[in-house]
């Protein structure tokens, strides 16, 4: 069965920085790309950052230059590095695969979520 499970979220003042892991169960991260989202309240969902199976990656334009993201294949965890944080930051984040190789881009498994709340 696979699991995704998200941490590392909290508060933080603007232009601090936080770090968010997804720990996988179930399947190996290095088979598949991933991504991380994030919905505010009466917001859109938005794809921040996406990471392939071959590592390469790409971000949202908001958070290009801020935000990074990486994956440990040995420990099956994603991560999104937070930097330079902005109010408008504050979501909740989620972090998702589509587990199929090559990446179709549907995402069919999502972690709980975890919040990140950026104060001004």
């Known amino acids: 069965q696979v699991q995704l499970v998200e941490s590392g979220g909290g508060s933080v003042q603007a232009g601090g920085s936080l770090r968010l892991s997804c720990v996988a169960s179930?399947?190996?991260?290095?088979?598949?790309?991933m991504a991380w989202f994030r919905q505010a309240p009466g917001k859109e969902r938005e794809e921040v950052a996406f990471i392939d199976s071959d590592g390469s990656s790409n971000y949202a334009d908001s958070v290009k230059g801020r935000f990074t993201i990486s994956k440990d294949n040995r420990k099956n965890i994603l991560y999104l590095q937070m930097d330079s944080l902005k109010p408008e930051d504050t979501a909740m984040y989620y972090c998702a695969s589509p587990l199929r190789d090559p990446c179709d881009y549907v995402y069919r498994y999502w972690g709980q979520g975890t919040q990140v709340t950026v104060s001004s």
């Open positions: 179930g399947y190996t991260y290095s088979d598949y790309c």
